[in-house]
T-cell receptor, first 113, second 116 residues
Framework: GENVEQHPSTLSVQEGDSAVIKCTYS??????FPWYKQELGKRPQLIID?????GEKKDQRIAVTLNKTAKHFSLHITETQPEDSAVYFC????????????FGTGTKLQVIP | GAGVSQSPRYKVAKRGQDVALRCDPI?????LFWYQQALGQGPEFLTY????????KSGLPSDRFFAERPEGSVSTLKIQRTQQEDSAVYLC??????????????FGEGSRLTVL
């Protein structure tokens, strides 16, 4: 089955700096890569996703890049703000019989004011 | 309701007790997932339903875990003879059929199970 690895496990940045979180996946059939943000004690929520037919997607301060050949994808947050502090999970999914989503282990991002 | 609802939010059980966790997905969502999230870890897949059919239960850790969705809406995750290692947050998520572009999972707030 799919295996998603994520690093770093923790990341501290100064407010205004950029943050980058990297993930790798194992199943070449995976074609959908969402990122979820989970604030302390809250439910995970989708912040951005990308399909395998594009290499990059951007939404305001957040961008995701995908390298299918190398089987890795990254989340980039620019101009970080304290409210970006949370745990971020990458995930991978294939379009087989159903969209089973496999999550990474998470990155705890702390933005220091 | 507007979102995925789970109950109870918190459950404390003595080792050996049976527990039942309920998930009420977004109305009309065909797909329903259960995940287990241990402290400091990512959600781990348990099982998947498409309507009332349980299409994948490969993530259930043992035969003490059982899930059902008899009418294709509300789902219940049952854990029999709970063990301390079952302590975790159990997340339910629903999504639309996925025939469109979006495959977003909408999560509930989770049921935190503590086994003493």
């Amino acid at each position: 089955g799919e295996n998603v690895e994520q690093h770093p496990s923790t990341l501290s940045v100064q407010e205004g700096d950029s943050a980058v979180i990297k993930c790798t996946y194992s199943d070449s059939a995976s074609n959908y890569f969402p990122w979820y943000k989970q604030e302390l004690g809250k439910r995970p929520q989708l912040i951005i996703d990308i399909r395998s037919n594009v290499g990059e997607k951007k939404d305001q301060r957040i961008a995701v890049t995908l390298n299918k050949t190398a089987k890795h994808f990254s989340l980039h947050i620019t101009e970080t703000q304290p409210e970006d502090s949370a745990v971020y999970f990458c995930a991978a999914s294939s379009s087989g019989g159903y969209q089973k989503v496999t999550f990474g282990t998470g990155t705890k991002l702390q933005v220091i004011p | 309701g507007a979102g995925v609802s789970q109950s109870p939010r918190y459950k404390v059980a003595k080792r050996g007790q049976d527990v039942a966790l309920r998930c009420d997905p977004i109305s009309g969502h065909v797909s329903l997932f259960w995940y287990q999230q241990a402290l400091g870890q990512g959600p781990e897949f348990l099982t998947y339903f498409q309507n009332e059919a349980q299409l994948d239960k490969s993530g259930l850790p043992s035969d003490r875990f059982f899930a059902e969705r008899p009418e294709g809406s509300v789902s219940t995750l049952k854990i029999q003879r709970t063990q301390q290692e079952d302590s975790a947050v159990y997340l339910c998520a629903s999504s639309s059929t996925g025939t469109g572009w979006s495959r977003e999972l909408f999560f509930g707030e989770g049921s935190r199970l503590t086994v003493l």
